[in-house]
């Protein structure tokens, strides 16, 4: 192996590293999947029209679907020891693995400073709960930067601790999330026995009805809901290779898998649906983010408490969900200048830069509609990596050709990237009507058959880009013999 694309983070990981077990795996999904976007998921399935199950349920089928994705791009991570960046390399090509990994990179520098924020908005919860804060948010904002000097060190803060786990490690990571798993599971159950508690009928927080007035409404809203919750983890079916690596076998990753994403996910939702149900009976309205609904919980000890408990959610999510994936991928750009570290850190910045307090103020509610719009990109990849790596090559790859500059991956696949343009092209009329659709000034460039078309992005990206790559590639992309590895 040359030594121009890797180094010892990009590197296939040795058998004596492959310590995560199911789990470890099942447990970085509970980190990951508990945290306040989780929580507030069914809120827009809610306002939209559907009753709790259905906004459920809903919740649960997106998961399953996008389980299967995940569990399959999985398995090179697991049967070769590579991370993402290097198996895109397969596909795209030793230098075009670039556009994917940073595509990916991207979306997540962007999560990882509005996480970074919500758990800044928590710190600055405990503080001003415990009389620390006597500054008036709104007349004490620094000009230039928009917030507060209390909210900016509590935004510092939060953003050092992040840096502190990011230096020591992936293995830091590992730990974080294991340990940090069965209590935010027993933080979810307190918060839903609370609301059972104090509600006087428990009946009437299943009694809400949709507002539906006959089946076609509510499958007008369904699919575009489904595909936002494929496209809530879209970004991670991608890279689950960068974990699934450190794995002792198939069974194991797949497993863990399986019982840590759909059970939390729906777990959750149906815990943020149940709660906020109980707020409208306790406080006279509904308080969707818990944030809000924990800092109105009366007793110090206990916001204290429970905002430790909201800061911990939202650091193992940030942490696995938008760290190690940009880490690894700006790393791809120049393995010899850019370590794991390196790249977690860059992230970091790049999180600092784009001041995401501006971005949720300027863009609302909708800036998460960009970021899950992603999947009208993040769709494609995965399934030009997909056909790759199950249809054309059978699971086979040569490793070595992937670390070599010369090798058969050597350069850019360029039928890889027709076929990415070529599938995002059907959705990019509806992503231009959404990003330009800003409330109370609506402006559509395109039909509203684009919209449709949008509406189901995940699902037409994905399959178009498979049937392309499979019909440019058709004798090109070979397998190895079953002898290798």
């Known amino acids: 192996m040359t030594n121009n694309l890797t180094n010892s983070d990009l590197a296939p990981t040795p058998d004596d590293k492959r310590t995560w077990s199911m789990w470890n795996i099942a447990a970085l999904w509970v980190g990951m999947a508990v945290c306040i976007p989780t929580y507030m998921l069914a809120a827009g399935m809610v306002s939209q029209g559907m009753n709790w199950w259905q906004a459920v349920l809903?919740?649960?089928?997106?998961?399953?679907?996008?389980?299967?994705?995940?569990?399959?791009?999985?398995?090179?991570g697991t049967k070769y020891g590579i991370p993402f960046p290097v198996l895109a390399r397969a596909s795209f090509g030793t230098r075009g693995a670039n556009v994917p990994a940073i595509a990916r990179a991207l979306v997540a520098c962007g999560w990882f400073g509005i996480q970074t924020w919500i758990g800044a908005a928590a710190i600055y919860a405990i503080i001003s709960t415990l009389g620390w804060i006597t500054e008036d948010p709104e007349t004490a904002t620094i000009a230039w930067l928009?917030?507060?000097?209390?909210?900016?060190?509590?935004?510092?803060?939060?953003?050092?601790?992040?840096?502190?786990?990011?230096?020591?490690?992936?293995?830091?990571?590992?730990?974080?999330?294991?340990?940090?798993?069965?209590?935010?599971i027993a933080s979810g159950v307190a918060l839903l026995i609370w609301a059972l508690v104090k509600v006087d009928d428990i009946g009437a927080l299943f009694a809400t009805k949709s507002t539906f007035d006959k089946p076609s409404d509510f499958w007008k809203v369904f699919f575009p809901q489904l595909t936002a919750m494929v496209g809530f983890w879209a970004t991670l079916s991608l890279n689950i290779p960068d974990f699934t690596r450190y794995c002792k076998s198939q069974k194991q990753q797949a497993a863990g898998q399986l019982i840590g994403l759909p059970p939390t996910m729906t777990l959750f939702c149906f815990i943020g649906v149940i709660v906020t149900a109980a707020t409208v009976s306790i406080f006279g309205e509904a308080i969707w983010n818990p944030v809000d609904l924990v800092a109105r919980l009366g007793s110090k000890p206990v916001v204290v408490v429970s905002m430790i408990a909201l800061l911990l959610a939202t650091l193992s999510t940030n942490l696995a969900a938008n760290v190690v994936s940009p880490a690894n991928g700006f790393s791809n750009i120049a393995p010899r200048l850019i370590s794991f570290r390196t790249g977690g850190i860059i992230t970091c910045l790049v999180g600092?830069?784009?001041?995401?307090?501006?971005?949720?103020?300027?863009?609302?509610?909708?800036?998460?509609?960009?970021?899950?719009?992603?999947?009208?990109?993040?769709?494609?990849?995965a399934g030009i990596m997909?056909?790759?790596?199950?249809?054309?090559?059978?699971?086979?790859?040569?490793?070595?050709?992937?670390?070599?500059?010369?090798?058969?991956?050597?350069?850019?696949?360029?039928?890889?990237?027709?076929?990415?343009?070529?599938?995002?092209?059907?959705?990019?009329?509806?992503?231009?009507?959404?990003?330009?659709?800003?409330?109370?000034?609506?402006?559509?460039?395109?039909?509203?058959?684009?919209?449709?078309?949008?509406?189901?992005?995940?699902?037409?990206?994905?399959?178009?880009?498979?049937?392309?790559?499979?019909?440019?590639?058709?004798?090109?992309?070979?397998?190895?013999?079953?002898?290798f590895p």
């Open 58 to 76: 809903t919740v649960m089928l997106g998961n399953l679907i996008v389980l299967a994705p995940m569990i399959l791009n999985g398995h090179p």
């Open 146 to 184: 928009g917030i507060s000097p209390w909210q900016a060190a509590c935004f510092v803060a939060f953003w050092l601790v992040h840096l502190a786990i990011i230096v020591t490690g992936i293995n830091s990571i590992k730990w974080l999330e294991t340990w940090a798993a069965p209590f935010l």
């Open 352 to 381: 600092v830069v784009i001041m995401p307090w501006r971005l949720m103020s300027d863009l609302g509610d909708y800036i998460f509609t960009w970021l899950i719009g992603y999947s009208a990109l993040l769709g494609p990849i």
């Open 386 to 483: 997909l056909c790759d790596y199950f249809i054309l090559r059978r699971t086979r790859l040569d490793r070595d050709a992937l670390y070599d500059p010369d090798g058969a991956h050597k350069g850019v696949n360029w039928r890889a990237m027709i076929v990415l343009v070529l599938s995002v092209l059907p959705n990019l009329p509806g992503f231009i009507n959404a990003a330009t659709n800003t409330a109370g000034t609506p402006e559509a460039h395109f039909s509203a058959f684009f919209d449709t078309i949008y509406s189901y992005a995940w699902f037409v990206g994905l399959p178009l880009a498979v049937v392309l790559y499979a019909i440019l590639m058709a004798g090109r992309a070979k397998p190895m013999p079953r002898k």
